[in-house]
């Protein structure tokens, strides 16, 4: 089986959390792949699949990984693809994991002063995506982009109806709204590890 197949049988083994087979499949790839073309691959295959929904099965797949090789942590530095989509995707669950699985053992045996500062470098690219990213964001007005009132369901005072493209919206919303958040928190523990004060509030 070559390259392109393994990865069709990735992808479809991650929409399905499919771990077993997973398992058997980053061996394959891994045993082919140059660590960096893998870890790029990968982390978009990771970030495509992602939503808060399937947040502990992708963090269950990412820790796979960097145990099966930990340098997928590390390339890069700072630029690491699996770092990248963890800020990305604002998952604090995501985040932690990196950390802990890549990160930490990765500095294990280093000064206070190297790893603040590979910390740092961290913080300074999670902070640059959030500002590219926070741009990028629309407001919704309601009654404009979507509509306000609701109609109460016949059967039920408590069931309220719901156009359908107004509750895409709103979930989209949502996860936008959890993604600041998390991206935030990533920050905020990323400038506490380099031995800085966190300034907002």
């Known amino acids: 089986m ?8 990735i992808e479809e083994a991650v929409a399905y959390a499919d ?15 140059t660590e960096d073309e ?20 992708t963090v269950r797949m990412m820790e796979m990984l960097i145990r099966k090789c930990s340098n997928l942590a590390t390339l890069r530095e700072s630029e690491n693809f699996l770092f990248r989509i963890s800020v990305l995707r604002g998952s604090v669950k995501l985040y ?24 740092s470098k961290l913080a300074g690219v999670a902070e640059m995506l959030t500002n590219v990213l926070f741009k990028k964001y629309s407001q919704y007005t309601r009654g404009t ?15 309220l109806l719901i156009n359908k493209e ?3 919206l709103m979930d989209d919303i949502i996860e936008k709204y959890n993604t600041i958040v998390g991206r935030r928190d990533i920050i905020k523990n990323l400038i506490k590890r380099s031995g800085q004060k966190w300034q907002y509030s």
């Open 19 to 33: 771990l077993v087979e997973l398992d058997r499949l980053f061996d394959l790839y891994l045993s082919m792949e």
């Open 145 to 159: 982009d979507y509509n306000g009132a609701f109609e109460r369901d016949e059967g039920s005072k408590d069931v």
């Open 166 to 168: 107004d509750y895409e």
């Open 2 to 9: 070559g390259k392109e197949e393994i990865l069709i049988e």
């Open 38 to 57: 893998a870890s790029k691959t990968l982390a978009m295959i990771l970030y495509s699949n992602y939503n808060t929904f399937s947040e502990n099965n």
């Open 96 to 119: 932690n994991c990196f950390i802990k699985e890549g990160i930490e053992p990765f500095l294990l045996n280093c000064g206070s002063e190297e790893r603040e500062s590979y910390y």
